[in-house]
């Protein structure tokens, strides 16, 4: 059975940080791609950031690059997201997600497996 969960969320002031973890299990973990996608109250889904197989490529969204940073340790079946200077606009629910794919797709449509969430408030 395939799962994501994901961990870290929670209240945070502007400026602050936060990490954010997702444990992957029931798939081939180093064939996947991963990503860290969000979705605002009242706006679509976006992508944050992906990371190849090896984790030697990534991806970020224009409104997070340069403050965040995407991991994964492979042995561990572990994704992370690293959020540093968070915005008030950050704020999000932010979902961990898969994709068998070899490149990195940003599309949040071709992606394989979701967790369910973890939350992401950040005050001003």
């Known amino acids: 059975q395939v799962q994501l969960v994901e961990s870290g969320g929670g209240l945070v002031q502007a400026g602050g940080s936060l990490r954010l973890s997702c444990a992957a299990s029931g798939f081939t973990f180093d064939r996947y791609v991963m990503g860290w996608f969000r979705q605002a109250p009242g706006k679509e889904r976006e992508i944050v950031a992906a990371i190849s197989w090896s984790g030697g490529s990534t991806v970020y969204g224009d409104s997070v690059k340069g403050r965040f940073t995407i991991s994964r340790d492979n042995a561990q079946g572990m994704v992370y997201l690293q959020m540093n200077s968070l915005k008030p606009e950050d704020t999000a629910v932010y979902y961990c997600?898969?994709?068998?794919?070899?490149?990195?797709?940003?599309?949040?449509?071709?992606?394989?497996?979701w967790g369910q969430g973890t939350q992401v408030i950040v005050s001003s």
């Open positions: 997600a898969a994709d068998s794919r070899f490149a990195i797709i940003t599309l949040e449509s071709e992606y394989d497996y």
